[in-house]
């Protein structure tokens, strides 16, 4: 008995033994199962490739537009700003450039989800690949605004913005990206030009309401200016002051001793401030030149750039998917194992049928 359980074990031990070299003699056996089904394999992936919807993208890197970009944007709005400066005294340097504010409202509108929406609800490339069917077209949509991929600048890693399309072919990849860029600076200018024109017109009413201001001071001071020296003209008519008795100039005399000027004296005075009229000082000729050239209103061309390329989009030179070499390989791989599987049971079936 004691042989017989021994017998047992050493069978068993054998049977659970790897036989490397039993091994590669099968799988060479089974070369051809192998070697078939990996280029079946490959094939299938190849033709499958060509039936998988291609992607292609294109890149576009942008930074501050020049002031030649943003034409008389540049000029009315420094405009506004050297206004601001003269009348509430702020440090023109303490203020984002001209430049950087505009470029700050085209990234706002460049990753914005509506832009990407309305950019492909108006884009012939969406309108050629509708269904007609309500659900369909959301999803297609869908898809195509999350191909618009915008890459904010971090400082570090990444130096610039920067902004990819996703298309079927690198053609319209290339177009689309370069009509989606523009399409977000027309909406980025549009905005601009809008909060320019809302400034203009608070600046101008702030502006006629100094003026009106200013004149309102000036005519109250030339009144009471003017009845001063009526008065004081009737009391040295009635007490008969034909000549000054003071050497106090008339500027520094207080109104109850005018009538010490004399009579002569205070009837010149009389008639040049009728002449006369009001006197304004120079800050209100200076505003009334500043509302003259308010009232003409901002006079901007159609359309500015917002933006500068550092990457111009071009069509790409590589497909991003499928990509057929490596599906290949990646199937051929699976095809290889699975002969291997088939040799492997062919020789265990062939052993169970000895």
Not at 274 to 284: E, I, R, T, V
Request: with cysteine.
């Amino acid at each position: 008995m004691t042989s017989e359980t021994n017998d047992k074990k050493c069978e068993a031990s054998i049977d659970n033994e790897l036989d490397i070299r039993g091994l590669c003699c099968t799988l060479w056996r089974g070369k051809f199962w192998i070697v078939g089904l990996g280029l079946l394999f490959a094939l299938i992936a190849l033709g499958s490739s060509y039936l998988m919807k291609q992607e292609w993208s294109s890149t576009a890197i942008t930074d501050r537009p020049t002031v030649n970009n943003l034409a008389s944007y540049f000029s009315q709005a420094q405009f506004l700003r050297n206004l601001d400066v003269r009348n509430t005294s702020v440090p023109l340097g303490e203020q984002p450039s001209i430049s950087e504010d505009a470029y700050n409202e085209f990234i706002m509108q460049l990753g914005a989800y509506d832009t990407r929406r309305d950019f492909w609800l108006s884009s012939p490339y969406y309108q050629k690949r509708k269904e007609g069917d309500v659900h369909s077209d959301a999803v297609l949509l869908d898809d195509l605004i999350n191909d618009v991929q915008f890459t904010a600048r971090d400082g570090l890693k990444i130096p610039n913005d920067s902004v990819k399309l996703t298309a079927e072919n690198s053609a319209e990849a290339n177009k689309l990206l370069r009509e989606y860029v523009n399409f977000a600076s027309k909406r980025a200018a549009q905005h601009l030009y809008d909060e320019l024109q809302g400034a203009w017109a608070a600046r101008t009413q702030s502006m006629k309401a100094q003026v009106k201001r200013q004149e309102a001071v000036a005519q109250s001071i030339f009144l009471r200016e003017t009845n001063n020296t009526q008065q004081a003209l009737k009391i040295a008519q009635q007490q008969n002051i034909n000549k000054s008795l003071t050497d106090t100039p008339a500027e520094q005399l207080p109104s109850s001793d005018m009538f010490l000027l004399g009579a002569p004296m205070l009837q010149a005075r009389l008639e040049l401030l009728q002449a006369s009229g009001p006197n304004f000082d120079l800050d209100y000729d200076q505003n009334r030149a500043m509302l003259s050239t308010l009232n003409v209103g901002p006079t901007l061309t159609a359309h500015f750039q917002t933006y500068r390329y550092l990457r111009t989009p071009e069509e790409p030179v590589k497909r991003d998917s499928p990509r057929r070499a490596f599906l290949m390989i990646m199937w051929g791989v699976v095809g290889g194992l699975t002969g291997a599987g088939v040799a492997l049971v062919r020789r265990r079936s062939a052993k169970a049928n000895k």
